[in-house]
């Protein structure tokens, strides 16, 4: 969280006068959250003031790019801010440590965040105490990583694992977002090459099935010996896991004609279930009347 200076005067910046953080890592949703801040704002004004650096006659938000959003969205033409003189480095540590706190936080929006910070943190060298090693000198990954989790409540390795999700390309990167990949073989997978990421994403999307941890390694380390290519890919994502059962598949073309386009799956199958128990009764009745005669 930013400490304000009991020196530093709170003033009220016009809205439009101020920009969002270059290359600002953390969405700003229109969700549950962000109705819940409108009405706070509404009802009792904006509690905390937004924190700016000045940037030539305008002004960058370090920190309250949703209380910004908010108060546009309501009208509000400007914000108390406090605005603070601080380098490209500085204003990321900030911004990056401003946003942390946050009750949802995607593992992309971490992801880069976290390597945003990493890299300021080596540009500053020995320079400020956030980044400063006792022995002097430059900042090493893992010494980063370290002070990066311990602010943010992690352990190093965790930080580490984040940072590899910026290796992953968009669609695999969006599926770790949804909760369809877990972070430990979304880590392995960031190790193959972007050829390599776009063939497993084809296949998962074809097979609708995700990679486990152990299958994620095996492709990681056929990748490193040059052997991983489509139909590596496609053995490993279509062989049947110790705990997944079998599984029948049928194209949503050949049941368009059943099911609404859009209806849940779940719903589907159990429609499909109850459908073939009518089926099932309807054979056995005309059996039971077969053996009558």
Do not use: W
Not at 226 to 243: C, R, S, V, W
Request: hydrophobic residues 35%; neutral net charge.
């Amino acid at each position: 969280m930013i400490k304000l200076d009991d020196k530093e005067k709170i003033v009220i910046i016009p809205i439009s006068a101020i920009d969002d953080f270059f290359d600002h890592p953390f969405q700003v949703r229109d969700d549950e959250e962000m109705d819940r801040l409108v009405n706070s704002i509404i009802n009792n004004g904006v509690l905390t003031p937004v924190i700016l650096r000045p940037n030539g006659e305008r002004y960058e938000i370090i920190s309250g790019h949703r209380r910004k959003y908010a108060c546009k969205k309501i009208g509000i033409v400007g914000v108390p801010a406090i605005v603070r003189e601080l380098t490209r480095e500085e204003a990321i540590v900030e911004m990056v440590d401003s946003n942390l706190h946050r009750e949802h936080i995607l593992p992309s929006e971490k992801a880069r965040a976290y390597k945003m910070k990493m890299d300021a943190m080596k540009r500053q060298g020995k320079r400020t105490d956030l980044t400063s090693n006792p022995m002097g000198g430059k900042l090493k990954s893992m010494e980063t990583a370290k002070l990066i989790g311990e602010e943010a409540g992690e352990s190093a390795n965790q930080v580490r694992r984040y940072i590899r999700l910026t290796k992953l390309i968009l669609g695999l990167l969006t599926m770790v977002d949804e909760g369809k990949i877990a972070l430990r073989p979304a880590v392995e997978i960031s190790y193959l090459t972007v050829e390599e990421q776009t063939d497993l994403l084809e296949t998962i999307e074809s097979e609708d099935c995700t990679p486990s941890y152990a299958q994620a390694i095996r492709m990681r380390n056929l990748s490193k010996e040059g052997n991983l290519d489509i139909d590596a890919i496609f053995d490993i994502m279509t062989e049947q896991k110790g705990n997944q059962k079998e599984k029948i598949k049928i194209p949503m073309e050949r049941l368009d004609k059943f099911f609404p386009r859009g209806m849940p799956q779940k719903r589907v199958e159990d429609t499909i279930i109850k459908a073939l128990a009518f089926y099932q009764k309807h054979l056995n009745k005309k059996r039971e009347g077969r053996e009558e005669r």
